[in-house]
């Protein structure tokens, strides 16, 4: 997954240079962290009580800038590309603080900082929608494109920005008037209140529930590492003896499903789940749906969806469709299969009757055993997180030529250029480039364990710093991870899917920090189609399925041996278990939200909501949910999380990762000197472009070619 920062990049945005001088009733304005220009942000000094006060004053700034940049724009002092330079100037400090604000709210999450978030909110959105509308600008712009000359003169990534941003203010109601742009600013408002609340009760339902077992008999199964991190959660020093506290947290809902014997405990937990939020999340969804709906018809649109496909690679519902359809009509037939098979597995196995939904990945788990005869739990000793990274970063080195140190924490100095973080568990790291002298290039933190009680689920790139020429600024990364902590002596130790997981933000990560675009409304991950942006992190996925890459690393933490051969093979084998499954239930999810967003009528009302839900069921499930499912109610992604008709972009960009990886394949994974080659071409192609071209363009003068799908059905093992 990734996350923006604040909003999107493209929207316009401004500032002048000087504070205001107001006084506040708290102290917080001077000395207040948040209103100084810092090269990294200064954790420990920022507290709660600094946002609203710090954002009052930035905000009311960068409105009188906006105010300043039209006058000048209108009496011709600032024109063409320069008007982007200035808006960059005016738009940072606002960016950087509310960066700060949006990433503490996914990473040290409080009721007080939720509260200040909330107040802050409305007020950020208004004053950025003012800059977006505004008409002198737009204008501007405009003529940007019209003078051939100037136009001419303007490289291919700055031409981008030049389109980029006449959509994004087009579709931010520019050319709306009166009673209908108030309209329209009401429901972005409305909008953004309703995203917000959508996740606070996800994450709330989901700290709400937990469930404490003290009868060893009910926890069998569960394997080692599961029973203590239970145990750990519920304060206890015996894994054996318990008790033990199970949450809807992923590192324990997981492998509750997979390994719990214990029927009714899998159902109890499962419908947790899948119920989470539902009451209070039923009518916000019903509501953004609405929303999105009057929002869309009010810039000309049809419906969502097709706002949404304007600025994707997809470009319209018909090729989404298209691709969506032909990948369910391999898939469809495959999971049918797997689903029987697997019911007649569990026949064998003692189950009687039709198999539930927290039977499937139950047995699924126990038929992958069978038939590979391992366990997630025995991988874990070998992926190590130190070790991992280790090996993630030598394979880093190889292909793009980077050379990535960790950088020590200077927790004392708060000086302007000290490494703070907002937990001790997190560490802050330099890419180098080996091309250049081993000149520092970019730079992340890494934050890479679950914490519930605090931090949102999941796992995310988010961008810290831009990189950007103007403000002589290098990108710097987030990269937030959920993964199992260390448990008592041993180091932090990963289950497969943590260490690709791992790989997978990696992958946004470096496209974000190995930007060669100067600009920053367009380096890196910014101005790249949405449905292009899982490329590289996905592409990064493969190579935990390369056994030379994975033994470079993946050394048993106690004995370190490597894995074995056939284990290996194993692990290769069962990510093509019940594939036609897996490729099923990703379809659904893009189905449904492309259905939700685009043919749905939103009066319909959460009903109809559910009602469609069963519809698309039939043709993209092989077992129909249950009728109090109400997964939607915590699908973050399209109503919290900016996939709104956009989740079929894991599948798009997917296609277009297999293919990626398809050439490597080509030349052989083994053949270092064409690796390393064609790693080059990747670093300067796909990753090194950001926005600055279309990614259909930039894919072509990687590949030689566009994408085809038969690279992914056959990495999936679906034929
Ligand atoms: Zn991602």
Not at 71 to 77: A, L, P
Not at 162 to 183: C, K, P
Not at 446 to 454: A, F, I, M, T, V
Not at 470 to 486: E, Q, S
Request: charged content about 25%; aromatic content about 10%.
């Amino acid at each position: 997954m990734l996350k923006l920062a604040s909003s999107s990049r493209r929207r316009i945005a401004v500032y002048t240079g000087h504070l205001l001088k107001k006084n506040f009733a708290s102290a917080n304005v001077t000395g207040n962290p948040l209103l100084k220009t810092h090269t990294l942000p200064p954790f420990k000094l920022i507290r709660v009580d600094h946002i609203e006060p710090a954002m009052e004053v930035l905000l009311s700034k960068y409105e009188k800038s906006i105010d300043g940049l039209e006058e000048q724009i209108d009496n011709k002092s600032v024109a063409g590309w320069n008007i982007f330079n200035e808006l960059e100037l005016i738009e940072q400090p606002v960016e950087d603080a509310w960066g700060v604000v949006s990433h503490l709210q996914g990473v040290k999450n409080s009721d007080d900082l939720r509260k200040a978030h909330e107040k802050v909110l409305p007020n950020v959105i208004k004053t950025m929608t003012k800059s977006s509308q505004s008409v002198s600008i737009y204008k501007a712009l405009e003529l940007i494109k019209e003078d051939t000359n100037q136009w001419n003169k303007l490289s291919k990534a700055q031409q981008r920005i030049v389109d980029q941003n006449l959509t994004a203010m087009r579709n931010q109601g520019v050319n709306l008037e009166g009673d209908q742009q108030q309209r329209f600013n009401e429901i972005k408002m409305e909008l953004a209140d309703l995203s917000t609340k959508f996740s606070n009760n996800v994450l709330d339902a989901t700290k709400e529930w937990s469930l404490i077992i003290t009868d060893s008999s009910e926890i069998e199964g569960f394997p080692t590492s599961l029973k203590a991190l239970t145990a750990q959660q519920a304060g206890s020093n015996d894994i054996e003896k318990g008790p033990w506290k199970l949450t809807l947290d992923y590192p324990v809902l997981g492998p509750v499903l997979q390994h719990a014997r214990n029927r009714q405990l899998r159902e109890q937990i499962y419908m947790a789940n899948v119920t989470k939020a539902g009451e209070v999340n039923a009518p916000i969804i019903a509501k953004i749906l609405s929303l999105r709906k009057e929002k869309a018809n009010l810039l000309n649109y049809n419906c969502h969806a097709d706002l949404s496909l304007e600025t994707k690679m997809a470009g319209n519902t018909d090729n989404v469709d298209e691709l969506v359809e032909q990948l369910r009509n391999k898939a469809y037939p495959c999971a049918l299969k797997e689903y029987k098979k697997l019911t007649k597995f569990a026949n064998l196995y003692g189950h009687k009757g039709k198999l539930e939904p927290w039977d499937t990945t139950f047995f699924s788990e126990r038929q992958r055993e069978k038939l590979f005869e391992f366990t997630q739990e025995e991988l874990r000793p070998y992926f190590s997180l130190p070790d991992v990274l280790t090996g993630l970063f030598t394979l880093c080195e190889k292909l793009f030529n980077v050379h990535i140190m960790e950088v020590s924490n200077n927790d004392g100095n708060n000086t302007n250029d000290s490494v703070q973080t907002w937990h001790e568990d997190v560490s802050f790291f330099h890419v180098l480039s080996k091309d250049n002298a081993n000149e520092h290039i970019a730079s992340f933190y890494l934050d890479p364990y679950s914490r519930p009680e605090e931090k949102s689920g999941g796992a995310w790139m988010a961008v810290c710093r831009q990189r950007s020429d103007l403000l002589d600024r290098k990108p710097v990364a987030y990269l937030t991870c959920n993964g199992t902590p260390p448990i008592k002596d041993a180091p932090s130790l990963m289950t497969f899917v943590e260490v690709t997981t791992l790989f997978h933000e990696f992958g946004h990560g470096l496209q974000h920090m190995l930007t060669k675009i100067p600009y920053s409304r367009c380096a890196g991950i910014a101005g790249i189609e949405w449905d292009a942006v899982e490329l590289p992190s996905q592409f990064m996925e493969n190579w935990c399925y390369h056994k030379p890459t994975v033994d470079s690393f993946a050394k048993h933490y106690q004995t370190g041996e490597t894995i074995d051969e056939t284990l290996f093979q194993k692990v290769c084998d069962a990510k093509k278990h019940n594939a036609g499954s897996a490729l099923l239930r990703q379809l659904y999810f893009g189905k449904m939200d492309m259905a939700l967003h685009s043919t749905f009528n939103p009066s319909l009302g959460i009903d109809g909501i559910l009602k469609l839900q069963h519809e698309i069921a039939e043709d993209y499930t092989v077992s129909p949910p249950l009728n109090t499912d109400r997964f939607l109610c915590s699908f973050s992604h399209i109503f919290a999380g900016g996939y709104s008709a956009g989740y079929y972009s894991y599948i798009w960009a997917e296609v277009l990762s297999a293919d990626a990886f398809a050439a490597f394949e080509e030349v052989g994974l083994d053949n270092e000197k064409h690796i390393e080659g064609l790693g080059r071409k990747f670093a300067d192609t796909v990753l090194g472009c950001g926005g600055g071209e279309h990614p259909a363009d930039v894919y072509k003068r990687f590949r030689g070619r566009l994408a085809t799908a038969d690279a992914l059905l056959r990495h999936r093992g679906v034929v």
